[in-house]
T-cell receptor
Framework: GDSVTQMEGPVTLSEEAFLTINCTYT??????LFWYVQYPGEGLQLLLK?????DKGSNKGFEATYRKETTSFHLEKGSVQVSDSAVYFC??????????FGAGTTVTVRA | DAGVTQSPTHLIKTRGQQVTLRCSPK?????VSWYQQALGQGPQFIFQ???????QRGNFPDRFSGHQFPNYSSELNVNALLLGDSALYLC???????????FGSGTQLSVL
């Protein structure tokens, strides 16, 4: 079935460090890919998305590029802040509109 | 414009009991999906409702059932609760033809 695998955490960084969270997917068709973020005590929020190969999603300084050849959608941010501390989920959706999530990566940014 | 609202925010039940969780979708949205998020895990799809019918279902037993009302709000019912049902239950709404899901803050269910 369709699935997402993302790097295990937790990840601890210092402010202004570079962040990468790896995500790879398995799908029978051509999915849309997403990164969701869950801040402490809050629900899931869409961070960015990409709907086809080579698309780049970006938001709040985060970027991810849909790589069909490597079935990947890695999340990056060049300079993290304490406020970026959260759990990040990679997800995919196919024609059935059912999101399949990865297990999540907990990121902690220290001042 | 209110987003997706869920009630209650927290709930404690004992094994064998039944529970009902409620969700009001974002204004203008007609599709409601439910997800179960166990501690330290990603959300797992339970089912999706559209036009008051269950349109899709994930790998959850029949103890999990739902309903959608004419105003698009939805309920999730779980019968014969097990300890393993303890989780955060998330509701998400969307337009039927769209992919962008809006999530509520969830109901934290604890089964003792």
């Amino acid at each position: 079935g369709d699935s997402v695998t993302q790097m295990e955490g937790p990840v601890t960084l210092s402010e202004e460090a570079f962040l990468t969270i790896n995500c790879t997917y398995t799908a029978t068709g051509y999915p849309s890919l997403f990164w969701y973020v869950q801040y402490p005590g809050e629900g899931l929020q869409l961070l960015l998305k990409a709907t086809k190969a080579d698309d780049k999603g970006s938001n709040k300084g985060f970027e991810a590029t849909y790589r069909k050849e490597t079935t990947s959608f890695h999340l990056e941010k060049g300079s993290v802040q304490v406020s970026d501390s959260a759990v990040y989920f990679c997800a995919l959706i196919l024609n059935d509109y059912k999101l399949s999530f990865g297990a999540g990566t907990t990121v902690t940014v220290r001042a | 414009d209110a987003g997706v609202t869920q009630s209650p925010t927290h709930l404690i039940k004992t094994r064998g009991q039944q529970v009902t969780l409620r969700c009001s979708p974002k204004s203008g949205h007609d599709t409601v999906s439910w997800y179960q998020q166990a501690l330290g895990q990603g959300p797992q799809f339970i089912f999706q409702y559209y036009e008051e019918e269950e349109r899709q279902r994930g790998n959850f037993p029949d103890r999990f059932s739902g309903h959608q009302f004419p105003n698009y709000s939805s309920e999730l019912n779980v019968n014969a609760l097990l300890l393993g049902d303890s989780a955060l239950y998330l509701c998400a709404s969307s337009l039927v033809a769209g992919e962008k899901l809006f999530f509520g803050s969830g109901t934290q269910l604890s089964v003792l």
